[in-house]
């Protein structure tokens, strides 16, 4: 044997055994992270850096599992000085994160992740959350305040939920309400259907999101809805568009009252983040679900897992409104493992309060689908986290 082919032969070695410890440390890393409970896990090690998604359904707040997810496999790290964390929702990419693992913290922070995205999206996830069943329990509360004849008018619901997520980015939930306390319409004094939805979730290229509903929705709307978003600026600016065709339904004495679709309601929406105080302003503008043209202005500030807003509408022929709406964490922090079947809380609990009731009260109103773009992303903004590590963690 020459002395160039032993060189070789020794080269060839050492590349099969690094190939071999990558491939090991990357096992390793996704046995870790799916037995604590963490899904669509995809790992790919490429020379020192190693790419890693993941999708939280432990932990109840985004910054927490991102936190516990780097010291679980921090001791398997060694071979790697960079980690690119991706986050995902429904199995959908939505913001990503880099750890320096020499520096042991977190060095950027970015929102546009195809670049990063399109090294593991074809790799087959570990611990797949499709088809696993939640029992979420969450409350409701309905309140007005100001009536002379009634000056304290409260409703207390308990809203059951169950939801699983079909395939990627395809979820189902059906929601029923269970009245405990009710001040209002003897119509609410029974247990009723709530929201029973089937949404579909997409992310374009170039941070474009599209988010579509089909179900019966609140305010007894019924029909489909189409939400739209475009982001830039690393996540802190979105241009939006929302369209829904409805018709009216409700569950009265035992029977369904319906009419066919016949309300079409439509927005565009602008919304500017201020990074340094979390803070977040919006307009949207359009056509509400009584048929109102009308403008509302949000201003919204993330303290952590708490989100006070303050809002105002003006509606044409000079109606106005006010009011504010809070977020608030529910307990626990981490839930069971996700399963087959599993029950747990709402990870948080929001209430929107309206100075005027009534007719006023309604203008500039929309319905829900269960489902919004924003809910999905605003925990996993990138200067959010970034200000929250710094701010509440470090």
Do not use: C
């Not at 020794?10 to 890393?29: D, E, R, T």
């Not at 790419?51 to 060694?78: D, G, M, V």
Request: hydrophobic share 40%; no cysteine; aromatic share 16%.
């Amino acid at each position: 044997m020459g002395i160039k082919t032993f060189r070789f032969l020794i080269v060839l070695f050492f590349v099969f055994m690094g190939n071999l410890s990558a491939q090991n440390s990357v096992k390793k890393i996704g046995d870790i992270l799916s037995n604590h409970g963490f899904e669509n896990i995809r790992i790919k090690a490429e020379n020192s850096s190693l790419f890693i998604s993941y999708e939280n359904r432990l932990y109840r707040f985004e910054a927490t599992a991102l936190k516990n997810a780097t010291k679980l496999i921090e001791e398997a790290l060694q071979d790697y000085k960079e980690i690119y964390f991706i986050i995902l929702n429904r199995n959908i990419p939505l913001s990503l994160f880099v750890y320096n693992v020499d520096e042991r913290r977190f060095v950027d922070y970015i929102f546009d992740v195809d670049e990063y995205w399109n090294k593991v999206k074809d790799i087959e996830p570990i611990n797949s959350s499709n088809l696993k069943f939640d029992l979420v329990v969450k409350p409701d509360f309905k309140g007005e305040f100001g009536d002379y004849s009634n000056p304290v008018q409260a409703q207390l619901n308990l809203l059951p939920e169950i939801n699983t997520n079909i395939f990627s980015g395809l979820s189902m939930s059906v929601e029923t309400i269970v009245p405990l306390y009710n001040e209002f319409s003897v119509l609410e004094d029974s247990v009723r259907q709530g929201i029973i939805s089937l949404s579909q979730f997409i992310r374009l290229p170039n941070s474009v999101f599209l988010l579509g509903s089909v179900g019966y929705f609140t305010n007894n709307r019924y029909g489909v809805d189409f939400e739209g978003k475009k982001y830039y600026n690393n996540g802190n600016f979105s241009l939006g568009l929302n369209f829904g065709y409805t018709g009216f339904a409700q569950l009265m004495f035992g029977k369904v009252f319906y009419s066919e679709p016949y309300l079409v309601t439509g927005n565009i929406n602008t919304e500017y983040r201020v990074p340094e105080y979390d803070l977040t302003l919006g307009i949207t503008a359009g056509k509400f679900i009584y048929k109102d043209m009308s403008l509302r202005f949000d201003v919204n500030r993330q303290f952590g897992e708490i989100e006070i807003g303050f809002f105002a509408i003006y509606s044409e022929g000079g109606n106005y409104n006010g009011g504010f709406n809070f977020v608030i964490p529910l307990f626990p922090s981490k839930h069971l493992k996700p399963n087959i079947v599993r029950i747990k809380t709402s990870d948080n609990y929001r209430w929107e309060y309206r100075v005027r009731g009534l007719i006023p009260g309604q203008r500039g109103r929309s319905y829900k689908t269960g489902n919004s773009i924003n809910s999905l992303l605003e925990k996993t903004n990138p200067s959010f986290i970034k200000n929250y590590f710094i701010n509440y963690i470090n």
